[in-house]
């Protein structure tokens, strides 16, 4: 039984992060205030890039801390917005969706049910503004 326990955990789990959005998910979702677009990048990879607009940024290393410690009012103080409850819906992005993926995980195990991974990152993001 303890077999079969540890199978369903593992196939949620990973039903769950294979939760992906595209670009056109992305395009919208910055125009709606509900959904909540974090850039898991460093800082300096944005000031070399540019980033998705309306996006928020908190590097991979600080994520966990960040979702878990900040009290509403903290989160919006740095952030500007208000901080998500477990069922709002998030989308992650890095560079090429390596490091989103991993921090979809990471917010997932933390009890955020409604989280996607921006599968193409900023290289999808550019590449689709420019055409």
Known sequence: MLYVTRLFR????NMRSSL???FQDVKSAIKNENILVVDVREPE??????EIPGSINIPVGNLE??????SNEQFK???GKNKPEYSTEIILSCR???RSEMTQ???QKLGYCNVYN???GWLDWEKNQQN
């Open 10 to 13: 593992t196939s949620i789990t």
């Open 105 to 107: 995980q990471i917010l």
């Open 20 to 22: 992906v959005s595209s």
């Open 77 to 79: 103080s740095t952030y």
């Open 65 to 70: 801390n960040v979702f878990k410690n900040l």
């Open 118 to 120: 921006y599968s193409g």
């Open 96 to 98: 090429s969706g390596k």
């Open 45 to 50: 990879e944005l000031k070399e890039t540019g």
